[in-house]
């Protein structure tokens, strides 16, 4: 009898450890302990994957992500000197897996950092269409309760994007999994739950857009890679993750087995994209790096988005130049080239033109370029980096200097200004990119994205981000910059080297 009992616990401790090994890890196929994960007469979401994903009671709960949060406090990364955090891309399998790589969100966040957490997750067990949000009152988790924003119920009722669906409350854990982590971190927050089915992410980033703010956070739960073997998912996932920090959704969507959250990644890429954000790579593992079987694994990366303040919604109407405007200052910069080659100007279209450059947008101090071309081929480009200047000052300089005063080239002459093609960048106020090494340095520049200044010594110069397209890679890219400035090539990869990047907006004419 002994032995029987003997091999029957020894059956159940190995259901448990199957239980605990194949499942969190994914979990797309598990189901809910709970049936009914709804307090009645408290509108109120009860935990329902607590005791499986992750401890179920409090005391326990705060030991294991205090122990993560202490391994995630040795890792070293840069934040940037400017900006704030706005977005967190985070896992959502059992904290045996994922958790380590979630509390690096303890490196970028604070207690009362934010007031708000926008918390986007993907649908796994439902199927509906667009997006579901809660109409509970709060969600509750072993650390507590965390109330729902009065921007849930708004978000609700202004379209058919976004609908109750309870079935996905009782049963989908890509939300209740991350709560926990910003409880520990943030304390005292209010949320708004949306699960997101695949879809037109541009309708539900337009919906979110208005809400984001200095005292919000927009989080999108995802893991990454699924089911892969070890050496494939380091590899894809190394993929996904450049492509993340580089701002490429174009090529996120258009691939298979990347992030189970892509959706609502894609919705943090588009606000990054917009609003100039800076991606941050916190920490990236898969199970295999955590359980240890490497056959089938899945990956998960934490990554930060900093924005500078100056860039954010409710000033970025002041550093967007309109399509409008921006022509205008392709034309200015061609009347300019004309009046000094003693071309005739129409009068009629100058003062129409004048009228509009009076505009206070063209007003504003910011750094501009002018770049001429013939036959898509290089006939001049001069600009400056510094914001001294209003923009039509700026324009009208930079185009005599572009056409006349390019040391590379002989002046423009009135024969090349017919066929000569004008482009107008207009750019952000350079910041300064900290980095470690050679490999950070890549790490961290968005190739389409980023202009780049390099100085050394008395030795600079910089490549707009239009140039990306001829030097796709950051190697060649920077190599060719340390060349531009009178460096060696390899410069880049040694100390010493001080670097800016900044973004433009650039016009071309409409022929």
């Known amino acids: 009898m002994k032995q029987l009992l003997n091999t029957v616990f020894a059956i159940i401790i190995a259901c448990l450890a199957c239980i605990q090994q194949v499942g969190p890890a994914c979990a797309d196929n598990m189901r809910p302990l709970q049936k009914g994960a709804f307090s009645k007469g408290l509108n109120i979401r009860e935990p329902v994957w607590a005791g499986r994903f992750y401890p179920a009671s409090q005391a326990e709960l705060e030991r294991v992500i205090d122990n993560f949060t202490r391994q995630a406090k040795q890792t070293k990364i840069q934040i940037p000197r400017k900006g704030s955090l706005k977005a967190l891309i985070l896992p959502h399998a059992g904290y045996i897996y994922s958790g380590l790589t979630a509390a690096h969100s303890s490196l970028v966040l604070k207690e009362n950092q934010f007031e708000k957490v926008i918390l986007m997750g993907p649908d796994h ?5 667009n997006g579901a949000i809660s109409d509970v009152g709060a969600y509750r988790t072993p650390l507590g309760l965390v109330k729902l924003s009065k921007d849930a119920a708004a978000l ?9 669906v309870p079935d996905s409350d009782m049963q989908e854990h890509s939300l209740e999994v991350v709560l926990p982590f910003l409880q520990h971190y943030l304390k005292n927050f209010e949320f708004i739950p949306i699960v997101l089915s695949r879809g037109d992410v541009k309708l539900p980033a337009h919906a979110i857009e208005p809400l984001l703010d200095k005292k919000t956070l927009l989080v999108a739960s995802s893991d990454l890679s699924h089911h892969l073997s ?23 969507l258009k691939s298979n087995n990347r992030a189970c959250g892509i959706i609502p990644i894609l919705i943090v890429l588009e606000m990054a994209e917009k609003y100039v954000w800076q991606p941050v790579l916190l920490h990236y593992s898969n199970s295999g790096d955590t359980t240890g079987g490497r056959a089938r694994v899945v990956g998960y990366a934490a990554i930060a988005f900093y924005g500078d303040l100056s860039m954010q919604k409710d000033n970025n109407s002041s550093n ?10 392709v034309k200015l910069a061609r009347q300019t080239i004309l009046k000094r080659l003693g071309r ?5 279209e100058s003062d ?3 009228e509009l450059l009076m505009d206070e947008d063209l007003q504003a101090k910011r750094g501009t370029f002018v770049t001429l071309k013939i036959d898509d081929r290089l006939r001049g480009c001069i600009g400056s980096l510094s914001s001294n200047e209003s923009i039509v000052e700026g324009v009208r300089r930079n185009a005599i200097n572009a056409a006349f005063h390019d040391p590379r080239f002989s002046s423009l002459t009135v024969k090349e200004s017919d066929n000569v093609d004008i482009e107008i960048s207009i750019l952000t106020e350079p910041q300064l990119l900290e980095y470690i090494d050679g490999a950070d340095l890549i790490s961290k520049l968005r190739v389409d994205v980023d202009g780049v200044i390099i100085r050394k010594g008395a030795a600079s110069s910089t490549f707009l981000p239009q140039v990306w397209k001829q030097l796709p890679q950051p190697e060649m890219f920077l190599s060719q910059l340390c060349l531009k400035a009178g460096l060696s090539a390899d410069t880049w990869r040694k100390a010493g080297l001080e670097v800016k990047t900044y973004q433009v907006q650039y016009f071309e004419e409409n022929k």
């Open 320 to 329: 967007q130049i309109s399509d409008q405007h921006g022509l205008a200052l």
């Open 125 to 129: 067990r439902i199927g509906f269409n």
């Open 156 to 164: 609700r009722g202004q379209s058919n994007l976004f609908r109750s």
């Open 230 to 252: 070890y050496s494939e998912a380091v590899h894809r996932d190394k993929e996904t993750i450049n492509m993340i920090l580089n701002l490429k959704s174009d090529k996120l």
């Open 344 to 348: 005739k100007i129409d009068m009629f």
């Open 352 to 354: 129409s033109l004048s």
